[in-house]
């Protein structure tokens, strides 16, 4: 997985919950990111952060928030508010700053409601 | 913001042969074209790459072509193999900032 870690593999939500999805990577990349993965659709961009202590919404990020206190890591949580929350969720980095170019992928958390 | 379809949603094809997928893109700015490869459970993988300055691309049996004109950036895999089978993503830029990515296509190899 190029040296991206993602865990927990499997994740349950209760109604009302915040749950966060750790992510962390040792490859000293600069730019981290978090997608959402539904099926038979691409990848959506939640959040995404070019430098510790910054981050930038994407497409979709309501009802999440992110941290980026260390340039290893990028946890992401999913707040109550997101009312839609069951999917598969990516996290991935690249070496520069720029947003679009050679991401590494973790393998990703699936994330259910109960 | 850019918009990228993606053909086809399945695909499958005989071991050996060939398999092509096309994407087409709508921002005139984007400059660079990635694939994405995702095997079952798995994030996806960085496959190969293109930038608009080029219109072929190859790395052994995996090519990509770009034409800037028409908007459209196709992969094509050559002598196909069972571990070519996985779920395959497009993807462009929206006017050189983050990445937009198509709908993926399911490629099947047949023994």
């Known amino acids: 997985d190029g040296g991206i870690t993602q865990s927990p593999k499997y994740l349950f939500r209760k109604e009302g919950q915040n749950v966060t999805l750790s992510c962390e990577q040792n490859?000293?990349?600069?730019?981290m990111y978090w997608y959402r993965q539904d099926p038979g659709q691409g990848l959506r961009l939640i959040y995404y952060?070019?430098?510790?202590?910054?981050?930038q919404k994407g497409d979709i990020a309501e009802g999440y928030s992110v941290s980026r206190e260390k340039k290893e890591s990028f946890p992401l949580t999913v707040t109550s508010a997101q009312k839609n929350p069951t999917a598969f969720y990516l996290c991935?980095?690249?070496?520069?700053?720029?947003?679009?170019?050679?991401?590494?992928f973790g393998s990703g958390t699936q994330l259910s409601v109960l | 913001g850019e918009n990228v379809e993606q053909h086809p949603s399945t695909l499958s094809v005989q071991e050996g042969d060939s398999a092509v997928i096309k994407c087409t893109y709508s921002d005139s700015a984007s400059n660079y074209f990635p694939w994405y490869k995702q095997e079952l459970g798995k994030g996806p993988q960085l496959i190969i790459d293109?930038?608009?300055?080029?219109g072929e691309k190859k790395d052994q049996r995996i090519a990509v072509t770009l034409n800037k004109t028409a908007k459209h950036f196709s992969l094509h895999i050559t002598e196909t193999q069972p571990e070519d089978s996985a779920v395959y993503f497009c993807a462009a830029p929206a006017g050189n900032e983050k990445l937009t990515f198509g709908t993926g296509t399911r490629l099947t190899i047949i023994p």
């Open positions: 952060s070019q430098i510790v202590n910054d981050f």
């Open positions: 293109i930038r608009s300055n080029v």
């Open positions: 991935a980095s690249s070496p520069g700053t720029a947003t679009n170019e050679k991401l590494f």
């Open positions: 490859l000293n990349h600069d730019a």
